[in-house]
């Protein structure tokens, strides 16, 4: 994983800062593997998540959340972790765009099982720009490291 290095002036203080880059797409498999042990999935769902499809079913919801929970994204509390994803895309869009993109899919989607609301927060996040850039991140980052399968 390669790492960026910023400092940043912050009064008389010099602050250094490390931020990983891509840090999100480049665990996305090994996550994804992990829950989809972990939960045991049924294989036939591979080639649905391999292609960003993921239907609307009980096991998908907890596929979902476990990812989004394995990935550091997700609280139960107040759903997609919003800076974080920022962090990831800030070099492609300001955050008067994507912070409310973001926190409309986390609102729409509220709902008392959690599972469900992230399921439905985290379609909502794959069908704006904000999702095109993880699908090709994450795509980038499977032919990187030649996961031929991977979902």
Known sequence: MKSRIFTVLVGCNILILATAQNTISDRFYD???????????PQRYKASFQAF?????EIVHKYVHCLAMELEIWTNRSGFNIERIYNQYRNRVNDEV????????????????????????????????????FKEDVQRSRQANNIPNGH
């Not at 899919?105 to 709902?111: M, V």
């Not at 992230?118 to 794959?126: D, N, P, T």
């Open 53 to 57: 499809r993921y239907p609307d079913e």
């Open 31 to 41: 996550k994804s593997e992990k829950c989809f042990d972990q939960l045991h999935v």
């Open 98 to 133: 994507m912070l409310p993109t973001i926190s409309n899919c986390n609102r729409s989607a509220q709902n008392s099982n959690k599972e469900l609301w992230c399921y439905r927060a985290f379609l909502c996040i794959l069908n704006t720009d904000v999702g095109k850039w």
